[in-house]
């Protein structure tokens, strides 16, 4: 547990090429860049379902259509 004024330390990275704003970056924004989506798919850091999703979206080449989850309602 943390409190505010504590103070923290980066002890290791372990895949520094994968911090999580690119891959966040990858799957908000440039959603289908393959070589980043193979990427993630082979990261094995990552959780099972960020890995499936790049997989899928490299086997299908196509990204995910979030329009009703984003889009607030008009009524």
Known sequence: MIVPGDRL??????HPVWPLARLLRVFYVDRLDRDALAGIADLAALSPSWRELARRR??????????????????
Request: net charge negative; hydrophobic share 30%.
């Open 9 to 14: 330390r980066l002890i290791e990275r372990p």
């Open 58 to 75: 490299l086997d299908s080449g196509r990204a995910e259509d979030w329009t009703g989850w984003i889009e607030t309602p008009r009524g």
